[in-house]
């Protein structure tokens, strides 16, 4: 199938062909721009995301034909809330899922340009989707994350230099301070632990921590439980989207960081609202490699107006 743009008779604006998909109860609206370009406005894609007056999703992903030789398409993920983000791992299974079962290509690994680089994606002969998220990355520029907004922790809690800061505390608006590890898996992540992601004041906090001060591009707030070294359970508050039930770059982040403090082994189960994904780290610049479901829900269309 492929995305169609056309007036409408009633001059209501552009009717648009989608795909509804969801990984691990991450939902998505996929639109196919592989022979023309649709030309949405950061409205558009609000509009589409609106669970009220448009199909519903966290985030939109749009296919787009390969921009240069070394890989099979390019990959744009726009949040809830109209913004171009760098990278969204749950959207990366569908993406693979839904350029197979469309027939764009038959490969079972494709390559896609991201924002932020190019990952490799793998749809298993269980159904799977194997995503190889790259190496995660902790210089603080490139995250990005301004230390001079938080105060740096070594590997015991205690106070560090920014070089050797294992993690770092973040002084919340409310009063609260939570101590999180800061790392990009091609999007920005703060992690902390918590004795139970049940009770985690992620409705209070999650907002508090994605427009702090450190994070000049806004951050994801992970809520990560440790059962035991090979197992979590996780809560992220998404920027631009809220709460969501699964975030994979999150999970990745959330493993990444169990990591690096000595809470987890190098292959941990992440359970999240939506469901179970599986991260693989084997720690310094090796990649994160995520696998998890990916599900075609419905195929639709949907008049957009063309002023919002």
């Not at 791992?89 to 494709?110: A, Y």
């Not at 998220?133 to 902790?138: I, Q, R």
């Not at 990009?184 to 632990?193: D, E, K, L, R």
Request: net charge negative.
């Amino acid at each position: 199938m492929t995305t169609e743009r056309h007036s409408v008779a009633d001059n209501q604006g552009m009717r648009i062909r989608f795909t509804k998909m969801q990984g691990a109860g991450n939902d998505f609206v996929v639109l196919d721009e592989t022979r023309e370009r649709l030309n949405l406005t950061t409205a558009h894609y609000r509009y589409l995301a609106d669970r009220h007056f448009g199909v519903g999703a966290d985030q939109i992903l749009t296919v787009r034909p390969a921009p240069q030789p070394d890989v099979d398409f390019e990959y744009v993920i726009h949040n809830a809330d109209g913004g171009e983000v760098e990278q969204c791992g749950n959207g990366s299974r569908c993406f693979v899922r839904f350029v197979r079962e469309q027939g764009l290509t038959d490969k079972t690994t494709v390559r896609v340009k991201v924002h932020g680089g190019v990952i490799t994606l793998q749809e298993m002969p269980d159904g799977q989707v194997t995503v190889d998220m790259g190496a995660p990355v902790f210089d603080l520029p490139q995250v990005p994350f301004a230390p001079q907004h938080a105060h740096a922790l070594d590997a015991n809690g205690q106070a560090s230099d920014a070089a050797h800061a294992s993690a770092w505390q973040l002084a919340l608006s409310n009063g609260d301070a939570v101590n999180v590890g800061v790392v990009s898996m091609g999007n920005p992540h703060a992690v902390q632990v918590v004795a139970d992601v049940d009770t985690a004041p992620v409705g209070v906090q999650g907002p508090l921590i994605e427009h702090h001060a450190a994070f000049p591009k806004r951050v994801n707030a992970g809520f990560m439980q440790v059962i035991d070294r090979g197992a979590v359970r996780l809560r992220v508050f998404e920027r631009g989207a809220g709460e969501t039930l699964a975030c994979g770059t999150g999970a990745c982040a959330a493993v990444v960081t169990g990591i690096r403090w000595g809470l987890l082994d190098a292959r941990v189960r992440v359970q999240t609202h939506g469901g179970e994904l599986t991260i693989e780290w084997q720690g310094g610049d090796s990649h994160v490699r995520m696998t998890g479901p990916a599900t075609t829900v419905f195929h639709g269309e949907i008049n957009i107006p063309e002023n919002l």
